[in-house]
């Protein structure tokens, strides 16, 4: 009854409070799934309460924000969509004339909008392309002050020494005009007369100067062409710098830039200059594999080579090869390949060429008639030697010769590099070489005269095993020194024999004495063999070979009693390092010879003296001048004996003689 009565009574206060806390803690088992259980509560700080309950409001909070804002956010879009429908209801209600005036302002605010977007992007626009505009200015700005500094820097350097140097304000001027043409020409006429440092230096600029226009994107005006990478190698080649030559023909293809037929010849003639016939040979192949057809200026400049070292096999097929390829050989192809066979003593072959030679020049005749008075065929050599006179009567220039010396001519008939530098001294080269031809048909006809009886010499052979050492071949070298070992007399060596006049001369004067001269070209050593056999001087010998690597190698201590080195080629250029008189040449000079004897030098440059002496003076360990203080003379003594560079010198007026005599300390 009391409980039943409780339940109907009104609740008071307290018991409202009571009441709702039993619910929550209902709902809380409810949702826990556990039963409310009347166990004592854990002890918790206030701090974590606290925080706890915070973390429950700012949930509840965030919640209700979000629902709000859904409920928001739906209630506005009800509302613009029954704006919408409102209008649109007005709208429609509307007289035509009413709605024809509310579209035309619509469609003309639109326009208006329209307009003014044009204008802000054409404004926009404006402001990007002056930018650009003043950027250009400034470019160019900086690029004129910049061309305006080089122009100052160079007007000082020619203020401070180029007024003294003309070539490197031809250079300067080139780089101003930024004209690859004009650098092209400068590397070809510095080439042409042997300036190397100067064909270098026009090169670097060049090629300096373009990479600093590229990086202004200025890419075509100073792009390296295939005529300024054929003139540096020709300057290469002409200047005895072939490792340098084969890096510009690497360079040239990273250039993008392919060699053709004129570069190749160029390279050609720099390795057969060499003696590097093998090289060369390996260069006409290339040719082939990269279809460049080698033309007949090619293979005249290759077969030249063989004549200047010997390589008489390699000359034939080369001259096979240009009769498949349907090239028909001219006077040079026939000159060259008639010297080779003459000077390997093959005189049928000769004749046979000689037969398709029309016309045949003087030179070809003297060499027949020299191989038919080396064999004995006395009445085919005085037939050859009174054709060759006759022809050198005509006076014909082509009459001398055809070596392409004396006629450098490119396609189109334009001169090269040699052909310039040739020209003024053509008359002169060209009258020497007649004097010469007529000298060497007198030799063929006193050496025929001193012999009333001429029988066949079948057994003549060159090189002359007794006689002729082609050095450093490993068994031709131990016969030499051998040689050295047994010769039992006085030996004199003369380095630089050329064509063997100076030292056939000397060898006939002093019969008790062993000569021996030394020189790099296969065809000089045949001509020095055979004015010792046409003067009758057994007491010679001649060793086939560089300077350099002889004597270092090839020849023992203290054998000689005086070595002459004549008129050696001056360096070409004045940074060259190949040159014949340097420390490693005295060294082995000073080796070699015997003590207290002497090494003699004579130059017709004086250039070149000041260079020996200069070399002489870092070795005072070695030598010591035989003239004191003065170290050198302005004359040979008398009788000492001519040569073939002396008499060319002396006819172009070139009297001044160097001469140097040292003694071995």
């Known amino acids: 009854f009391a409980s039943s009565s409780s339940e ?32 004592p509560k854990s002890v918790k700080s206030k701090g974590s309460e606290s925080k706890e309950s915070n973390k429950s409001k700012e949930k509840d909070d965030s919640k209700s924000i979000e629902s709000k804002k859904r409920k928001k956010g739906g209630n506005e879009e009800e509302k613009s969509e029954k704006d919408k429908k409102k209008k649109k209801s007005e709208f429609e209600s509307l007289s035509e004339k009413e709605k024809s005036r509310i579209l035309a302002e619509k469609q003309k605010r639109r326009k208006e909008k329209k307009r003014e977007k044009a204008e802000k992007q054409a404004k926009k626009q404006e402001k990007i392309e002056e930018m650009q505009k003043n950027s250009k200015k400034n470019k160019k700005k900086e690029e004129k002050m910049e061309e305006e500094k080089e122009e100052g820097e160079e007007e000082e350097e020619k203020s401070e020494g180029n007024q003294r140097d003309p070539n490197r304000v031809l250079i300067h001027r080139a780089k101003k005009t930024k004209n690859i043409i004009e650098f092209n020409k400068l590397i070809g006429q510095f080439g042409q007369k042997k300036q190397f440092g100067y064909a270098l230096e026009a090169y670097n600029v060049m090629i300096s100067t373009h990479k600093a226009l590229v990086k202004k994107g200025r890419t075509e005006s100073l ?42 010849t160029v390279l050609i003639k720099g390795l057969c200059a060499d003696l590097d ?7 006409l192949e290339t040719m082939r594999e990269e279809g460049v057809n080698p033309n007949i200026r090619t293979y005249n400049t290759f077969l030249r080579g063989t004549l200047r070292s010997g390589h008489l096999e390699e000359a034939l097929q080369v001259f096979d090869e240009m009769k498949k390829l349907e090239i028909k050989p001219d006077g040079s192809s026939f000159e060259y390949l008639i010297k080779n066979y003459c000077q390997a003593l093959r005189l049928k072959e000769a004749l046979e060429l000689a037969e398709l030679m029309s016309p045949r020049n003087a030179s070809v005749c003297a060499s027949i008639a020299t191989t038919c008075a080396v064999l004995g065929k006395t009445a085919q050599a005085k037939q050859f030697t009174k054709e060759a006179r006759e022809i050198l009567d005509s006076g014909s220039e082509s009459a001398i010769s055809f070596d392409e010396d004396l006629n450098q001519k490119k396609e189109g008939g334009e001169e090269n590099a040699e052909g ?83 030292i056939v001369e000397r060898a006939k004067n002093e019969p008790k004495i062993h000569w021996m001269g030394l020189e790099m070209r296969y065809e000089r050593v045949f001509q020095i063999w055979s004015r010792a056999l046409f003067q009758g001087v057994n007491n010679i010998s001649i060793i086939g070979g560089e300077g350099h690597q002889v004597l270092r190698a090839s020849v023992p201590d203290e054998v000689f009693d005086e070595i002459f080195v004549n008129y050696p080629d001056p360096p070409v250029w004045e940074g060259s390092k190949q040159k014949l008189i340097d420390h490693s040449f005295l060294k082995h000079a000073h080796r070699t010879l015997k003590k207290g004897c002497s090494l003699t030098l004579v130059t017709d440059d004086d250039g070149y003296c000041q260079t020996m002496l200069s070399e002489l003076a870092q070795v005072p360990q070695y030598f010591k001048s035989a003239f004191g203080e003065e170290t050198y003379q302005v004359e040979v003594p008398k009788g000492y004996g001519s040569s073939y560079f002396d008499r060319f010198w002396t006819n172009g007026k070139k009297t001044e003689r160097f001469y140097m005599k040292f003694i071995k300390v």
């Open 8 to 39: 109907n009574m009104p609740k008071t206060k307290i018991q409202e409070e009571s009441s709702s806390d039993d619910e929550i803690q209902v709902n809380d088992a409810k949702k826990s799934k556990n039963p409310p259980k009347n166990e």
């Open 223 to 264: 792009k390296p062409t295939i005529y300024t990478f054929t003139n540096i190698i020709n300057a290469c080649v002409r200047c005895g710098e072939m490792k340098k030559a084969k890096s510009y023909l690497k360079e040239m293809r990273e250039y993008g830039v392919e060699p053709n037929e004129v570069t190749y």
């Open 277 to 283: 016939t093998k090289s060369a040979l390996e260069v």
């Open 420 to 502: 310039k530098q040739q020209r003024s001294s053509v008359p002169l080269f060209l009258q020497h070489r007649r004097d010469e031809l007529t000298r060497e048909c007198d030799r063929v006809d006193q050496y025929l005269a001193s012999k009333k009886e001429k029988k066949s010499k079948s057994d003549v052979q060159f090189p002359d095993p007794e006689k002729v050492f082609l050095l450093p071949e490993s068994h031709r070298n131990k016969e030499f020194k051998e040689k050295l070992n047994g010769l039992g007399k006085k030996l004199k060596l003369e380095v630089c024999s050329g064509h063997g006049d100076w």
